[in-house]
Structure formats: C-alpha cells, structure tokens
C-alpha cells in the first residue's frame, strides 16, 4: 500500500533529528515587529539632560556642540573615558557646578548673544565661561566687562553747549551743517529786529550740545570743533 502524504496546508513534522522546518512568512514579520518596538526612537537621542549643580537642563546636541571644543560638546557628543562623566538615577549628566550662571551659557549657544540678567555679575559668567571653554563667550564677556570699567572711571557723563543765533531762512542750512558729534538740543524764537523790504525776518536762537572727552590722564578737555553756521 502507498504511504499517504501529509494533508494539504499543514506545516510540515520537525524531522527525524527534531529541526523545525522554514517559519512562515507571518511569524517572521511578527517577531521583526516585536523587536522594533522595543527599539528607542531616533528623535530622543537627539535630546540631552543635564544636571547642574542639582538644577536640570534639557537642550538638543547640535546646540551643546556649537563650540567643536567646549566641554559640553566633548561630553555630550564625543563622550569617552577621558572625561569620567556620571549620570543621575535619570540618566542626565552630572557637572558639579553653579546653575545659576549656566543659563547665558547656554542661551550664548541657542542664538549666539549674551544676555545676562542685571542681577548676575560679568565675574561669573566669565568664570563659567572658562571652565566650559568656550572662547568666543570668553572674549564678549571680556569686552563687556572693559567697558563697564570705563564707563565707571570715567565718572558722569558732561555736556558742553552752544548757543547759536540764525535767521529763519538759514535754519535748516545750520542743522544740515552741524559737525559730527553736536546734537540739537532747543530751539527760541526771539522774534524779528529789522527786514529787508516788506518781509520780516525772524530770528532764532539754537541750542545744541555735545558730550565732553575724557582724555587718558583725567583731564576733561572741551572739544574744539564748533558747529557751523
């Protein structure tokens, strides 16, 4: 008698040393469904948390790594050994330094200004600055503080004024014409003391002014230009 075949549309028995056969087609999409949602999404990686001095920030990697040699961009986007960086029970890096001054440093790397709030002082930023070794914060907090320091040798600011009489029709030939520097402060009308025919002639007195220089040894000097008529 003939041996009958396996029935139509079954799988076919393991074989005699029990290998399993082929998996379908529907379990092998199955399992390779399963494993890619255990996968993370390719948008977190672009996030990163960091733990400042117990104080968390949440910034993205292409701002951390503005600065190719900074620590951020070393710790966050070439992360070795060299650096012995830890994480929190979070998972967010750990730097052991002050919060408060982070935020410029890390605004100065979303839109490349520094902004530092009134109540914060330059000295800090800078230092925070240096530590993260970031060069172009370094030089702008620098110059920021130079020019404080000479706005305050320099004391109050002083103005000195002129006083200038024209007639009516040589007005704005005298505004157009004022040298660099001398700002419009007033304008008086004194009337009119003569004409010329039957048109009368007013007259006005213009007071402008102009900051004082500082010279290099403390000396307040007037300037010598004069505003031409």
């Known amino acids: 008698a003939m041996a009958e ?8 028995s393991p074989g005699p040393g029990g290998t399993p056969g082929p998996p379908s087609p529907r379990a092998a999409g199955a399992a390779a ?26 910034s993205t990697r292409q701002t951390l790594c ?31 330094r002050d919060p408060t001054y ?20 330059e000295e800090g930023v800078l230092e925070e600055a240096e530590f993260y070794n970031i060069a172009s914060l370094v030089r702008l907090v620098k ?3 130079r020019d404080n320091e000479n706005r305050t040798s320099q004391g109050p600011v002083k103005h000195v004024y002129r006083v200038l009489q024209c007639q009516e029709e040589e007005l704005t030939q005298m505004v157009s014409t004022m040298s660099d520097g001398w700002k419009f402060e007033q304008l008086i009308s004194i009337g009119s003391s003569y004409n010329y025919g039957n048109e009368d002639q007013a007259e006005f007195l213009c007071v402008v002014s102009r900051e004082l220089n500082n010279s290099t040894n403390g000396i307040v000097k007037e300037p010598s230009e004069k505003a031409k008529v």
């Open 5 to 12: 075949g396996p029935p139509r549309g079954r799988t076919p």
């Open 33 to 58: 469904g399963s494993a890619g949602a255990q996968s993370p999404p390719a948008a977190a990686s672009k996030w990163v948390r960091l733990n400042v001095g117990g104080t968390y920030f949440v």
């Open 66 to 96: 503005r600065e190719p040699k900074s620590f951020l961009c070393r710790l966050c986007c070439q992360e070795g050994p060299e650096l012995g960086s830890d994480k929190d029970e979070t998972g967010a890096y750990l730097i052991d």
């Open 102 to 121: 982070f935020g410029p440093i890390l605004n100065y790397l979303r839109h490349g200004k520094l902004i530092i709030n009134k109540e914060l002082a």
């Open 143 to 145: 110059e920021r503080i």
